[in-house]
């Protein structure tokens, strides 16, 4: 079972989601150590997940705004997660006469009938299909060099935020659409032919009330669901709608307990949306990205994370309300993540030891950046994990190991290294390790010692 909603098995995956709640395992605040939520190691937009061969695959935009190549999270057991980048698309290989300056946004990944991967994706306002044998590529284009859907097509709205839908029999549909300045856009669809890329008809509006962008279609008891975002992500009110159809063509009505996922201010969850349906071992979730924290409203900046929590079908096939948490329950990944040793450090650097991933150590201004860990005791080491906050950007690394906190040798050193996590190899006793981290922006979200 392949636990991509909107692909082959969405009516018997989130029917069997049915029972039970969202309930979270205790009540955290967003900075408690060992927090589950945010599910990702970084700063990530608009994700898309798919399960292939046992692997977990979370393909997203890097904030902000995109970057010339998309994220790719891989996991075996959904909670420790290893970033790469695609090799397709990017902004220099998905680029047409029409194309605008938008960088590479919002994948859509799933598994056609014929068993083979296809991704919808934004690039420069436009879309784009590719395709690949597995989650994990290689990827190509699909469609001559050319944008499925040019930008062009509707001049007053952005041609972004496309997601693929593939119903109970195999036919699939595409639906897409965004607005413009933060005006409210609409939501197009098309039946797509077998081969997943050309159009079989023409496209049909079936914009339901209050749609902003981010479509994803799921089917429930003979009824279709289009989940959509409303609202503007940079500020408090970006949150997840949907409405009912009797076909995946619309017309589509507003359900009368939508909106299903917003803001919770007091528990600073702030502007959830742009999303994914998924399931496994009979419950359903829903992967959305909210604000990283503490939010600040106005900022130039917006620095988006990867949430996950459960979603609930009601017995009348609505969707039940989402309760954003800070510490989903999610049997279908593992209950922890690999922690490594416990280690302690002064001020702000227990933000780098505290399991969480809203947390990140910064130097103080004015403070060179270095890091150092307190084992406890003179331990056994043989390796560290760095996760840094912007995975991209290089980094020179340094550690230096001390069985006294006076005399310092170093024992590992990497330049202009990315990616997550960041491993070096150290092998040998120490009570204190610390870290240097020369980038643009040192932070790190967890430093893990093995």
Known sequence: MKPRAGALLLAAVLLAGAAGSATPRREVRWNSPGAGNPLLPGYFADPSIVRDGGRWYIFATVDPWGDDRLGLWTSENGRDWTFSQPNWPTKQAATSPTSGDSKVWAPSVVRAADGRWYMYVSVGSEVWVGSAPSPAGPWADANGGKPLIPRDFAPKYHMIDAEAFVDDDGQAYLYWGSGLNWVNGHCFVVKLKPDMVHFDGQPRDVTPGNYFEGPFMVKEKGRYLLTYSDGNTTKDSYKVRYAVGNSPMGPFVEAPNSPILQTDAARQIISPGHH?????????????????????????????????????????????????????????????????MRWTGQGAAALAADDNYATAWRPAPG????????????????????????????????????????????????????????????????RFLRLTVQAKEPAILEWSIF
């Open 367 to 430: 403070e060179p950046p270095v890091l150092t860990a307190d084992l406890g005791s003179v331990r056994a080491v043989r390796e560290s994990r760095i996760r840094p906050a912007f995975v991209i950007q290089p980094q020179d690394v340094r550690i230096e190991a001390s069985v006294d906190g006076r005399d310092w040798h170093e024992v590992a050193a990497e330049k202009g290294v990315s990616g997550s996590p960041i491993t070096l190899r150290h092998v040998g006793q120490a």
């Open 276 to 340: 994914a349906i998924f399931a496994d071992q009979g419950r359903s979730y829903i992967l959305y990205h909210r604000q990283a924290l503490p939010f600040v409203m106005g900022s130039d900046r917006v620095l988006r994370q990867v949430a996950v929590d459960r979603l609930t079908v009601q017995e009348d096939g609505l969707l039940a309300r989402v309760a954003p948490s800070h510490d989903p329950v999610i049997p279908a990944f593992a209950a922890h993540r690999a922690r490594g």
